[in-house]
């Protein structure tokens, strides 16, 4: 059996849309160049679910995503921080994001 335990502090929403997303760099790596689209699967107050080509990420990756607003066109860029990654086939995976909120 599974372990099923919720960790999440707040609910998921369905929120099918796509994002577009940016990987920031670190010491050693220097930052993507350009977007790269993913899928969003869900979101909550603290994060989203992402579809993306794997293996694009790792846990503690940093990046910008533009997550498309409903009914307008616009984005709302904001700064996450993968927290997992799954695989969930040869080509895709799934990571779940938490937003990074400055003081």
Do not use: H
Not at 6 to 23: D, I, N, V
Not at 45 to 74: C, D, F, Y
Not at 87 to 101: D, K, M, R, Y
């Amino acid at each position: 059996m599974e372990n099923t335990l919720e960790k999440r502090m707040q609910p998921r929403f369905l929120y099918k849309s796509y994002a577009s997303y940016m990987k920031m760099g670190d010491v050693c790596n220097l930052p993507d160049l350009c977007y790269s689209m993913a899928e969003i699967l869900d979101i909550s107050g603290g994060g989203l679910r992402l579809r993306l080509p794997q293996p694009l990420v790792n846990e503690e990756t940093l990046m910008i995503t533009k997550i498309p607003l409903s009914g307008i066109s616009a984005t709302l860029p904001v700064f996450v921080k993968v927290q997992w990654v799954k695989a969930e086939s040869e080509n895709t995976c799934i990571a779940g994001l938490q937003f990074v909120l400055g003081n």
